[in-house]
């Protein structure tokens, strides 16, 4: 038997623990800080999957990453998948994101890309994903969040 320890921010496992429900599973990685000098694939490939490959990458604004990550999270899913009571748990959802996007730096960011990865995701996405490379203070911060069944 192999045990492991989910060292991620407390704001992370509790999110995904709130998000827990019917054929639906959320998974969040915050990696950082790293130093900004390597490109995006290799902080990927250095940090989260040495199979990492970015596909695509496009410049967004903070209010457009807090506006997608909140929208993602909230996902109410249907009949067959969601998250379990979210109307119960949206206060807390909200609280525990913002959190999130002060440990990453968001609201200090001078420059933010949104990035696909072609290969080597670290988890597997059905309903939504996200993916923000954020740079502030000369550092880089990356988000990443996916929900799967």
């Given at each position: 038997?192999r045990v492991?320890?989910?060292?991620?921010?407390p704001?992370i496992?509790?999110?995904?623990?709130?998000l827990e429900?019917?054929?639906y599973?959320?998974?969040i990685?915050?990696?950082g800080?790293?130093?900004?000098?390597r490109?995006?694939?290799?902080?990927l490939r250095h940090?989260?999957?040495?199979r990492?490959?970015v596909g695509?990458e496009?410049?967004?604004?903070?209010?457009d990453?807090r506006?997608?990550?909140?929208?993602q999270l909230l996902?109410?899913?249907?009949g067959g998948?969601?998250p379990?009571?979210l109307?119960?748990?949206r206060?807390e959802i909200?609280?525990?994101?913002?959190?999130?996007?002060?440990?990453v730096?968001?609201?200090q960011?001078?420059?933010?890309n949104?990035?696909?990865l072609?290969e080597?995701?670290?988890?597997y996405s059905v309903?939504?994903?996200f993916a923000?490379?954020i740079h502030a203070?000369?550092?880089?911060?990356?988000?990443?969040?996916?929900?799967s069944?």
């Amino acid at each position: 038997m192999r045990v492991t320890a989910d060292n991620r921010a407390p704001e992370i496992q509790r999110l995904e623990h709130l998000l827990e429900g019917m054929n639906y599973s959320v998974w969040i990685g915050a990696y950082g800080p790293f130093d900004s000098g390597r490109s995006l694939e290799e902080q990927l490939r250095h940090s989260v999957s040495n199979r990492s490959v970015v596909g695509r990458e496009t410049p967004v604004s903070g209010s457009d990453v807090r506006s997608e990550v909140l929208e993602q999270l909230l996902h109410p899913g249907d009949g067959g998948y969601g998250p379990i009571d979210l109307p119960a748990k949206r206060s807390e959802i909200i609280r525990l994101a913002e959190e999130l996007l002060s440990l990453v730096r968001l609201d200090q960011a001078n420059a933010i890309n949104a990035f696909w990865l072609a290969e080597g995701h670290p988890a597997y996405s059905v309903w939504w994903d996200f993916a923000f490379d954020i740079h502030a203070d000369g550092q880089r911060w990356i988000l990443m969040g996916s929900a799967s069944d």
